[in-house]
């Protein structure tokens, strides 16, 4: 049985910090790319960072700069440190694992952002 299960999220203050987590079990996580998506409410799920079985990682505009997606094979674990936070990053974020013909989502951790 496949797992991915995140954690982390919370709110926090614009200009903090939260690192989320997101341990997966049941698969050969060394062959999966790894992704973080976010949703906000009324919008669609966007492909926030991302990093693949080399280590390559990618990340969309709005995040650069502020955000660090890593993993680590040895503890299928793969994680996203998010500093500098603005309200716009609320949105409850999922982890996502990706290979050819294989895809897991994780059930979601909320990251609100506000004073």
């Known amino acids: 049985q496949v797992q991915l299960v995140e954690s982390g999220g919370g709110l926090v203050q614009p200009g903090g910090s939260l690192r989320l987590s997101c341990v997966a079990s049941?698969?050969?996580?060394?062959?999966?790319?790894m992704n973080w998506y976010r949703q906000a409410p009324g919008n669609q799920r966007e492909l926030v960072a991302s990093?693949?079985?080399?280590?390559?990682?990618n990340y969309i505009d709005s995040v650069k700069g502020r955000f660090t997606i890593s993993r680590d094979n040895t503890k299928s674990t793969v994680s996203l440190q998010m500093n500098s936070l603005k309200p716009e990053d609320t949105a409850v974020y999922y982890c996502?694992?990706?290979?050819?013909?294989?895809?897991?989502w994780g059930q979601g951790t909320q990251v609100s952002v506000s004073s």
């Open positions: 996502n694992s990706w290979a050819p013909g294989f895809e897991y």
């Open positions: 049941g698969i050969a996580f060394g062959f999966y790319k």
């Open positions: 990093i693949s079985v080399d280590d390559v990682t």
